[in-house]
């Protein structure tokens, strides 16, 4: 187990290079920041010059690829870190130095224990991409046929352990002080960056992804999956079909190339619409990077990494909620937050339902370029804090896609109004899965399910009942021993040697600022 003091020291160098950028000020200036991280602040700082803009995306790409992911995780928490950091973090986009090819060779090889001409005719030395976790480079098969190989960085999987163990520690610390800090569960985001991470490493879920994914787009217009080489992919090396397309935010390419942006927008819209509350499984990193338009027009998505999935009662909460605030119909939609639990049941219904109202009636009607996206943000995050309402974790995912869906809609179709796209796709959803012959049917089904299940209703009744609220169950989070519970003066987490770490730690600072100016 990592000592509290190397999970110190670590925190401050990060924090170190936080304060270069000038991205520890929105730590320090939070009247909820508690006094125990705000010394740490000042430690971190010391000495060093915070320019006047912060840029968090370039602090996090300079600490290293967990804190990248880390960082593309907190730009769904403008509640966190704020509008103005939420929106620099969307900016993370992975790019990375290549690693030598020589290095990535050898983890092809190893992986597949074959030499490299047995697999591919021919590979590009030069990567077309390097990110957090791989890089692409462009191939040839045996075949002949052109294909795209996403290849792991080498050691990347000992880092980001030894990384998400220094946040988790963090997060169990920063969660035990109280207050805000417990209300918006850092130990819970921790947890599903874990777990959202620990796929991204095994390159054979993303495949399995991006085929589930496949299934689930081919009926939809104008959108779709690249074909998976399950031949060539192991879980380190993943090969898929090669894309030749225009990237999405190339709008000259794209109006040269004869497109109708208006067309593209509105079809981007509609397919994530479709992938979430539809099929309940969707594309979570859809940012401009990630998506590329081919000659005819179609939408082709890549990176699969990262996955979002809804179960059926959340998607039909999501699809009322999304029309009740389209048709303005807020008491309904502040009925469904307490179905599904989101607001606690001592509150009064009618008094959220007006709170929503204040937040939704100035959006409805608008083009986005006419919206404050920073106002209704404010509005939103001001009525959860109100309302107690706590972080919904299975639901982070689908705000960050909604976000950078909205933003690449906006530059193609300035004019687009997201509500009035979604409400005929959100209408007919409803009218089909919610409406009198679908509720029919889901009685049957259920009924027959029931009835199936009796002889192990004996069995059944003495184990634990799923929560009836509408969030899933929380994963169980690891265990974090907090440094002040450990009485035992031989335990290197007692309070005296925390004082020493971070004495080192303000030591070691103190260090590299002098010999900063000696240079």
Known sequence: MTRPATHILRLLRWGRTLARHGALRIVEDNPATPPQVRRLCRIARFGTRQPRVPDYAGAFQDIGPAAIKLGQTLATRPDLVGEDAARNLLSLQDSLAPVAFER???????????????????????????????QVHKAVTLQGRTVAVKVQRPDVRAQFARDIETFEWAAAHLE?????????????????????????????????????????????????????????????????????????????????????????????????????????????????GNLFVEADGTIVAIDFGIMGRIDRRARSWLAEILYGLTTGNYRRVAEIHFEAQYVPAHHSVEEFATALRAVGEPMRGK?????????????????????????????????????????????????????????????????????????????????????????????????????????????????????????????????????????????????????SIVT
């Not at 597949?112 to 030395?125: H, M, T």
């Not at 309302?387 to 869906?405: A, E």
């Not at 209408?427 to 029919?440: C, Y």
């Not at 069995?459 to 009836?468: D, H, I, L, S, Y």
Request: a negative charge; aromatic letters at 8%.
């Open 104 to 134: 990535i060779c050898h983890v092809i090889e190893s992986s597949f224990e074959r030499p490299i001409g047995a697999l591919f005719a021919s590979i590009d030395e030069i990567p077309i991409g390097a990110a957090s976790i791989a």
């Open 176 to 288: 035990a002080f109280g207050g805000e800090a417990a209300r918006l569960r850092p130990r819970l985001i921790i947890a599903n960056f874990k777990r959202w991470t620990t796929r991204e490493l095994d390159l054979r879920r993303e495949a399995a992804s991006a085929s589930e994914l496949a299934q689930g787009v081919a009926a939809i217009p104008g959108f779709r999956v690249p074909d998976i080489d399950w031949d060539r992919t192991n879980g380190r090396v993943l090969t898929m079909e090669w894309i030749d397309g225009i990237k999405i935010a190339d709008r000259e390419r794209l109006l040269a190339a004869g497109n109708d942006l208006d067309d593209i927008a509105n079809r981007l819209v509609l397919a994530f619409l479709r992938q979430a509350i539809s099929a309940g499984f969707f594309h979570a990193d859809m940012h401009q």
């Open 367 to 515: 083009p986005v370029s006419e919206l404050s996206v920073g106002q209704m943000l404010d509005g939103l995050f001001a009525i959860t804090r109100e309302f107690d309402m706590q972080t919904q974790p299975h639901l982070l995912l689908l705000q960050k896609t909604m976000v950078m869906v909205e933003g690449i809609a906006t530059s193609l179709h300035p004019g687009i109004n997201l509500w009035d796209t979604a409400a005929p796709f959100v209408r007919e959803w409803i009218r089909d899965e919610l409406g009198p012959e679908a509720a029919l049917a889901d009685r049957i089904r259920t009924d027959l399910r029931t009835l199936l299940g009796l002889p192990d209703l004996v069995r059944r009744v003495e184990e634990r009942f799923p929560p009836a609220g509408g969030a899933p169950q929380a994963p169980p989070l690891p265990h974090v021993p907090l440094v002040w519970e450990r009485r035992d003066r031989g335990e290197a987490g007692s309070w005296a040697r925390y004082l020493l770490a971070a004495a080192l730690g303000g030591a070691a600072v103190y260090a590299m600022v002098a010999a």
